[in-house]
């Protein structure tokens, strides 16, 4: 009987064993295959009409907005709970990761899932350095699913042409891919599309919008979109963004409606032509190349408004008008009289001249550098405070120290002479010097009570009702603390900042003894952050972006002609402005101030300066978060910041060309806008709005020329002997050369200006004399110093610190012929000259710098509409 019970159950233990390894099987296969549906970015959307099966709980992430995006963009992250098991009150959690590690926030939304129902929720999420997400819904506390849905995510390229279609054919628009192709082979397009009836899924938040290189509207209806979404158009465009109207047979669609007038164009009536006649009309021969006279086409007849401007790319006629643009802010709103349904002119070059020439006006506007200012605000404010935050890891180190020293090196010591029982005396002693210690230097800058510090960015549009607010946001707790945040203006985002320490240069929430917390950011109406946990005397920065009503408008104009730009402003905003600047050509020019009116009068001359001999050495002290000690002046934080937040992302050493035109100020004001509500008593210790404000330039005859600065490389198989750079600042090439030795140098073109073939390279050669008369010179490939001699101007000396530097400018006129087809790149060469100096040897620096004619012409492709 023993036998047969062994048995027995021996074969009980098998049976068990198959049945939870078949269960393990099941459930890793449900598991598998519900991954490959998440997370595959072509799997079927559910049907959001269908219900779940009786007894069943289906949560589906829908693909919509998350397949496509920019590396550090809002998404809309949409979640269909189809629910016919139980009556769901709670929430679903979006917790992002990179890597194995979650970020913070979690992203957070309140549920209600009754029974039988079928919903849709969205939240918003920051895709920065994600490489993964969760998804879980509870009912109340407790998970309703068995485990989270996992997705993983990766942002398209950079510098890849992203579009949002509003159309009921988005495929109608791949035509728009040959004009990316023209603009850069091999260059990535991507597009995202709404279809008609579901224009009230666009974003709530103008931040979604500001990812995309274009929004197309094509057939749908104006009337579906909701009056958010209107405004939100509205602001991108103002932001510098384009947004595209394709009329042709929706030409009844638009009539009358907001379309019309964000357009400026006054809509006609639908007329018919072949291709080939439309295309002769409005195009030269060259570009009318591929239209056919036996492909019927329609079009609308568009009239142009006030400060239109129409295409100008040849044809034979001057009264049709296929293309306008209307510029609004650093925007455009462009009008194509044909439809994409109809495939009229997708095969000429003209008509892909024109959406070449749509991308590059995108990408000759650029946004404030906000992620760059709030990250080295993260790294600065603690000093400016006078609170010195040290890492977990210095803890770490401190206790080791005193293990290491104070145990096992005392008992050691003793024990080698023989006196153990002196072991226990020094610990005693020790122990009280590293007590001191701790007391004098570990309690130094220790919080008193709760402070808040805030660097805020006001942004007014030039005509929308709302501003937007991007605040920087630092917390001090007297003690370990956890705080329910809360925000006061509407619309808030929020996102945590990655700060480095100011010993190790560890990322805060990566420090050797630990991490810091993941707090959570509840979306909705009632939107607050919970679990927000600050340590004693430790500073936690977030960002918080919100909305609030325009204060009032800088109203007036100025006008870039032959004298230089000058007019005058008005500020209507009830603000006061401190010591207020235009920003304009990658330069800051102060206004006269005479009450609340502005006057500029800035010189051409001015306008094209540069200091090319600029000092750019502060800009390094804070750099990766380091910082020296001691308390930082408020005034030169706000400097700091304020050149951060302007400064151009591929060389922080100069302002970004094509931010503004804004005119900006620090307000005069003790009450800031304030972004968060601690719940409870805080000391305001920093404080200051920065006010940027669109303003509008005319151009006229004689503007001055847009000076665009080139990065300037050397190829890797060139890279000896550099140097950090010291007489030009930033990225500016620093090179040892020998004269029989030529240095090959790179010009990169940034591709929107590919097409300027009327712009003008100027490439600047500053050669370290150091007791000698070596001179330096650039000539093109192919090219020979006979060049240098031609196109070389007239060199200058400059003394900086003592030094004699002799600057020589030589220009390149016929740059775009010998720009490369793949790298977009000029490429050169530099020389010293062996007139008596010491083995032919100089210290080289390098700029080049891109100048482009300020006209109404838009490059050629537009010109100013006469009535």
């Known amino acids: 009987m023993d036998v047969i019970g062994a048995m027995n159950m021996q074969r009980a233990q098998i049976s068990g064993m198959f049945f939870r390894a078949r269960m393990f099987v099941h459930r890793m296969v449900c598991v598998t295959t519900l991954f490959f549906i998440v997370t595959t970015p072509s799997f ?30 809002w998404v809309p992250v949409d979640v269909l709970v189809r629910n016919n098991k139980q009556d769901i009150s709670g929430t679903i959690d979006i917790t992002m990761f990179t890597g194995e590690d979650p970020r913070s926030p979690a992203y957070r939304l309140p549920v209600e899932s009754p029974k039988g129902s079928v919903k849709r929720f969205r939240l918003y999420c920051n895709f920065s350095k994600a490489t993964a997400m969760n998804v879980m819904l509870y009912n109340g506390r407790r998970a309703a699913l068995p485990d989270p849905l996992r997705l993983t995510s990766r942002p398209i390229d950079k510098n890849d042409v992203l579009a949002l279609v509003l159309d009921d054919e988005p495929a109608d628009y791949g035509f728009v891919f040959n004009a990316v192709q023209e603009m850069s082979p091999g260059l990535g397009y991507h597009r995202e599309s709404l279809r008609i009836g579901e224009m009230s899924q666009l974003p709530e938040f103008p931040q979604c919008f500001d990812a995309y290189t274009m929004i ?33 047979e929706n030409a009844q669609r638009f009539k009358g409606t907001w379309v019309e007038q964000l357009a400026g164009v006054a809509i006609g009536d639908v007329a018919a032509s072949n291709e080939a006649a439309l295309a002769g009309d409005v195009f030269g021969p060259d570009l009318a190349q591929g239209a056919r006279d036996d492909k019927s086409i329609v079009y609308a007849r568009i009239t142009p408004g006030s400060g239109a401007f129409i295409q100008s790319l040849g044809g034979s006629a001057t009264n049709v008008v296929l293309a306008t643009i209307r510029p609004i802010g650093s925007g455009h709103v462009a009008t194509i009289a044909v439809d994409a349904a109809g495939k009229a002119l997708h095969g000429t070059a003209g008509f892909i001249a024109l959406w070449r020439n749509l991308i590059e006006l995108r990408e000759e506007a650029a946004e404030p550098n906000y992620e760059f200012a709030s990250w080295q605000a993260a790294n600065t404010l603690p000093s400016a405070t006078g609170i010195r935050v040290y890492p977990r890891s210095s803890v770490l180190i401190y206790l080791g120290l005193y293990f290491a020293v104070g145990i096992v090196g005392n008992w050691i010591f003793w024990s080698l002479l023989k006196r153990r029982e002196m072991a226990w005396v020094c610990l005693v002693f020790i122990s009280f010097g590293f007590t001191a210690y701790a007391l004098v230097y ?41 705080y329910n945040l809360a925000f006061p203006n509407a619309y808030p985002l929020v996102s ?16 050797l003894m630990g991490r810091m917390n993941v707090f959570q950011f509840m979306q909705g109406p009632n939107a607050a952050v919970n679990n927000f946990s600050v340590g004693a005397s430790e500073m936690r920065i977030v960002q918080v972006e919100s909305e609030i009503a325009t204060p009032g408008k800088i109203e007036g104009g100025l006008t870039w002609d032959a004298e230089g730009i000058h007019g ?15 920003l304009i050509n990658g330069q800051q020019h102060r206004v006269d101030i005479n009450d609340n009116t502005w006057r500029a009068n800035i010189p051409n001359a001015a306008l094209a300066a540069r200091d090319r001999m600029q000092d750019v050495s502060n800009r390094y002290m804070m750099n990766f978060g380091y910082y020296g000690g001691g308390t930082m002046d408020v005034g030169q934080l706000k400097d700091q910041y304020l050149k951060d937040l302007f400064a151009a992302e591929r060389n922080t050493a100069f302002i970004d060309e094509r931010i503004g035109p804004y005119v900006c100020g620090w307000l005069d004001s003790t009450n800031p806008i304030k972004s968060v509500d601690l719940g409870e008593p805080a000391q305001e210790r920093v404080f200051g709005t920065l006010l940027i404000a669109d303003v509008s330039i005319d151009l006229a005859p004689g503007a001055g020329v847009r000076r665009i600065e080139l990065d300037v490389d050397v190829p890797m198989g060139n890279r000896n002997q550099q140097f950090p ?27 929107n200006y590919l097409s300027r073939t009327d712009a003008t390279l100027v490439v600047d050669v500053y050669t370290l004399e150091q007791g000698n008369n070596a001179q330096a010179v650039f000539y093109p490939k192919d090219a020979d110093e006979n060049w240098a001699k031609e196109h070389g101007g007239e060199s200058t000396a400059e003394n900086q610190s003592g030094q004699n530097v002799r600057i020589t400018a030589f220009t ?9 087809e793949d790298t977009h790149q000029v490429e050169g060469i530099i020389t010293v000259n062996q007139n008596g100096i010491r083995q032919g040897f100089a210290r080289v620096d390098v700029r080049a710098r891109l100048l482009i004619p300020q006209t109404q012409f838009y490059g050629g492709v537009w010109k100013p509409w006469q009535s």
């Open 44 to 73: 079927a959307q559910p049907d959001a009409s269908s219900a779940a099966p009786e007894g069943q709980l289906l949560v589906d992430v829908l693909p919509q907005f998350i397949t496509t995006y920019r590396e550090r963009s």
């Open 216 to 248: 197309i509207l094509g057939k749908f209806d104006p009337m579906e979109v909701p009056e958010r979404q209107r405004e939100l158009l509205l602001r991108y465009v103002e932001h510098g963004g384009v947004i595209v109207l394709c009329i042709g």
């Open 442 to 482: 570990g309690t130094a800058g220790r919080a008193k009570a709760t402070e808040i510090s805030q660097l805020e960015v006001l942004r007014l549009p030039l005509e929308s009702p709302t501003a937007k607010l991007r605040s920087t946001v630092g917390i001090v707790a007297a003690r370990s603390s956890r």
């Open 496 to 511: 945590d900042i990655d700060s480095r320490s100011t010993m190790m240069g560890m990322p805060q929430n990566d420090s």
């Open 568 to 582: 005058e402003l008005r500020n209507n905003t009830g603000l006061k402005v401190r010591n207020p600047f235009l």
């Open 725 to 751: 750079p010291q007489y030009y600042g930033g990225d500016a090439l620093s090179y040892s050369v020998n004269g029989p030795e030529p240095l090959p140098v790179l010009i990169t073109i940034p591709r």
């Open 812 to 820: 390149v006129a016929d740059w775009a012929s010998r720009v490369t």
